[in-house]
């Protein structure tokens, strides 16, 4: 398996403002990704994490808003740009642990915007 | 084509019970099926998971049955506790074209002491 840490756990931003998330992991990983989850709801998947270069956006995230970082293997950072209270979520770090398919998730932060 | 549709939404069942819960996709190139348990508060944890060119897998009290030609897969979760009150997460992995992971709805499962 693997630890894999989350910076901040919450926040509370006011709008217009931004946060930047941190998620480090333990372990040998070849994919990281950023998911957001909005109360009682699925998992939506933000972008791919690529290391040294431009991360993979999913449709309806770009990157001017949701700008991510991954200057090495086991680290990654995502910012979440102008905040609205719309952005309020959990946004979710996940890693794939080398030579398998087996994600595992971070503990997540909570972002509340007002 | 990349949905994976989950349900029930939520579920209530007496302690020793078995829920069961079911998840259907379209796309046969999805390769990788993983379960998740996520309590309030907390980043999902995995649970268990399954190929398909397997029928079944067993892990403690949780099961996973895969039908291929069905394209659906099944969570089921034996002699049921209170502990296990949470919200649980079908997945699919696909790697043709891409790398990620599609997840179901959720269901809300509540065991009742």
């Known amino acids: 398996s693997a630890v894999i840490s989350q910076k901040p756990s919450r926040d509370i931003c006011q709008r217009g403002t931004s946060l930047t998330i941190q998620c480090q992991v333990d372990?040998?990983?070849?994919?990281m990704f950023w998911y957001r989850q909005q109360p009682g709801q699925s998992l939506t998947l933000i972008a791919t994490?690529?290391?040294?270069?431009?991360?993979?956006?999913e449709s309806g995230f770009v990157i001017d808003k949701f700008p991510i970082s991954r200057p090495n293997l086991t680290f990654s950072t995502l910012t979440v740009s102008n905040l609205s209270p719309e952005d309020s979520s959990i946004y979710l770090c996940s890693v794939v642990l080398a030579n398998t398919d087996t994600q595992y998730f971070g503990p997540g932060t909570r972002l509340t915007v007002l | 084509q990349q949905q994976v549709k989950q349900s029930p939404q939520s579920l209530i069942v007496q302690k020793g019970g078995i829920p069961i819960i079911n998840c259907a996709y379209e796309?046969?190139?999805?390769?990788?099926f993983p379960w998740y348990q996520q309590f309030p508060g907390k980043g999902p944890a995995l649970l268990i998971a399954?190929?398909?060119?397997?029928s079944e897998k067993k892990e403690g009290r949780f099961t996973i049955s895969f039908n291929k030609s069905a394209k659906q897969f099944s969570l089921h979760i034996m002699d049921s506790q209170p502990g296990d009150s949470a919200t649980y997460f079908c997945?699919?992995?696909?790697?043709?074209?891409?790398?990620?992971?599609?997840f179901g709805t959720g269901t809300r499962l509540k065991v009742l002491a």
């Open positions: 994490a690529n290391q040294g270069s431009e991360a993979t956006y």
């Open positions: 399954i190929r398909p060119d397997v």
């Open positions: 796309n046969t190139a999805f390769d990788y």
């Open positions: 372990s040998q990983v070849t994919m």
């Open positions: 997945a699919a992995h696909i790697t043709s074209g891409t790398y990620k992971y599609i």
